[in-house]
Each structure stands twice: as structure tokens, then as C-alpha cells.
């Protein structure tokens, strides 16, 4: 006696699907797009190193006063992003490192008003923290809604802010070679 058509067709669906399972996953597994979903070596080998010196040198030709900047970093911070903005008569300098515990610290400084470029950096509802001191200079903290820790200081007519998810140490590192 024969089946009725359709009978079964939930149960060929099924088995049609782990055989299409299987073999997706087999390649995968075995083919170039593994380095995609399982990524192997050291994300130093990864880095993308970047030279900001085009807009370190804009930035600091076209700022009323002196730029900070880091010297004297060890070659185990990597510079990963730079950018220079004219914004009206405001200069924004944007410089991000990946740091040598493989995490993420960024200087980002502004000759305009303050208030906002702080916000626009580190975005609503942060909660300040208690103000340090290194060496001589007064830092106040903040806590970004992400959790970073972030340094905030004022110097004339520039704002600084260090930030990042690297930790307290490497933050300071990066503000202690601004010069």
C-alpha cells in the first residue's frame, strides 16, 4: 500500500535541513571565512597602524595656541585612528592608540567651547568622578555611560579629554606624555 503524498514532508524538511546544516558548517570550518568567525594569532598582527603626523602638523599650524600631544610613547602603543578638524574657528584633534595590554585609549582635544566638545566626545549622562593629580596638573574624571573612565582638563583655551577602556595606569601613561 502506498503513502499518502505530504505525509512525511516534515520529516524530509528536517533531514534536508542537517544535511544543509552540516555542509555550511564544513565549510566554514575548513575555508577561508573561519578567519571571520574564529579569528586566530594576536591582534597586534591585526592593528592597523596609522601615521598621524599630517594632522598633528594641520592641527598645530592652525590652533591659536600650542597642541598637546603624546611623546615618548614605547612602540608598543599603536596609533589606530587620527583626525584633524577646522570646526569654525575651533581646532579638534582626534588621536586613538591601541595600548600594549591590547586595549583602546584616545586623546581628543578641542580649542572651542568646552561644554559641548566634552559632551561630544563622551556623550550624555556622565558621572563625574573625584579629580586627581599627576605630577602637578589637576585632572577631573568622569565615568561614561559605557563604563570608560575619562580625564578631562582644561588648559587656557584648550579642552583635553583621555579616555578609553584601557585602564586607569595606561590612561595615565597617555596623559603623563602629553607635551
Known sequence: MR????????GDMVRSF???????????????????????????????????????????RLAP???LTP?????????TSARFEPNGTAVDLHLGYVTPEEKYAELDE???????FIERVLGKGVQPLP????????????RTRQGERALVRRVGRATLVVTGNASPAELQTLVRSLR
Do not use: C, Y
Not at 71 to 78: A, H, I, K, Q
Not at 110 to 116: A, K, V, Y
Open 3 to 10: 503513502k499518502k503524498r505530504g505525509s512525511e514532508a516534515a
Open 18 to 60: 542537517l544535511v544543509v546544516g552540516a555542509v555550511t558548517l564544513a565549510v566554514l570550518l575548513a575555508g577561508a571565512s573561519r578567519e571571520l568567525i574564529f579569528p586566530r594569532g594576536d591582534i597586534a598582527a591585526r592593528v592597523k597602524v596609522v601615521d598621524g603626523s599630517n594632522e598633528i602638523a594641520a592641527a598645530r
Open 65 to 67: 595656541h600650542e597642541m
Open 71 to 79: 611623546s615618548g610613547l614605547s612602540p608598543r602603543w599603536r596609533l
Open 110 to 116: 578641542s580649542t572651542g567651547d568646552s561644554d559641548p
Open 131 to 142: 579629580p586627581i593629580t599627576l605630577g602637578v596638573q589637576h585632572w577631573d574624571q568622569r
